[in-house]
């Protein structure tokens, strides 16, 4: 079993629509999460921090639920543009990190 | 700019000989990371470095060697490489292992026939 397991998808969203989507974490010692965007087998790029209380970037929210263990991406009014794998990644105070293998969003017009 | 560069960024070579990839970043960030990425798989933490010669095995780390003798260089080295060596590479540095997200290299093709 996997530390960090997402859904691959597709989720298939209309533009303009919004999607949200979990992914799951095992290592109770994770102390920092962390959502990356990766288009098409690039190098991903940090979308945004996870913190306990939640978090906001423009269309973009994130939340954190310890006692269940999972973190949360949504996406509000969905641009063509956000159509990307999305990866989560969680890491302890000692420096190893683990990632989830990716949901991909398609955003369609 | 700020970036963390690799080399080469496409390899392929044959089993067995020996090989390093480069990774630089000009961040002067503490710490520096490498991950695999295979379909279905995501990326896998290798090897990790907290600071100068200090290291550390990821989830995947067998058939891999690191150094960190220089706080921008983080080169990995296969010694021996085989066919399931064949993936996509990425380094990445950030501030600290949970100070911030993490800054990855453009990656690294590698192809072992």
């Known amino acids: 079993r996997k530390e960090v397991e997402q859904d691959p998808g597709p989720f298939n969203v209309p533009e303009g629509a919004t999607v949200a989507f979990n992914c799951t974490y095992s290592n109770s010692a994770s102390q920092s999460f962390f959502w990356y965007r990766q288009d098409c087998r690039k190098e991903p790029k940090l979308l945004m921090s996870v913190y306990s209380s939640g978090n906001e970037d423009g269309r973009f929210t994130a939340q954190l639920n310890r006692a269940s263990q999972y973190i949360s991406l949504l996406i509000r009014d969905s641009k063509l543009s956000d159509s990307a794998t999305y990866l989560c990644?969680?890491?302890?105070?000692?420096?190893?990190?683990?990632f989830g293998a990716g949901t991909q969003v398609v955003v369609t017009p | 700019e700020a970036q963390v560069t690799q080399n080469p960024r496409y390899l392929i070579t044959v089993t067995g000989k020996k090989l390093t990839v480069t990774c630089s970043q000009n961040?002067?960030?503490?710490?520096m990371s490498w991950y695999r990425q295979d379909p279905g798989l995501g990326l896998r933490q290798i090897y990790y470095?907290?600071?100068?010669?200090?290291?550390d095995k990821g989830d995947v780390p067998e058939g891999y060697k690191v150094s960190r003798k220089e706080k921008r260089n983080f080169p990995l080295i296969l010694e021996s490489p085989s066919p399931n060596q064949t993936s996509l590479y990425f380094c990445?540095?950030?501030?600290?292992?949970?100070?911030?997200?993490?800054?990855f290299g453009p990656g690294t093709r590698l192809t072992v026939t």
């Open positions: 961040m002067n960030h503490e710490y």
């Open positions: 470095s907290m600071n100068v010669e200090v290291t």
């Open positions: 990644g969680g890491g302890d105070s000692w420096g190893k990190l683990q």
């Open positions: 990445a540095s950030s501030l600290g292992s949970s100070r911030g997200g993490q800054y």
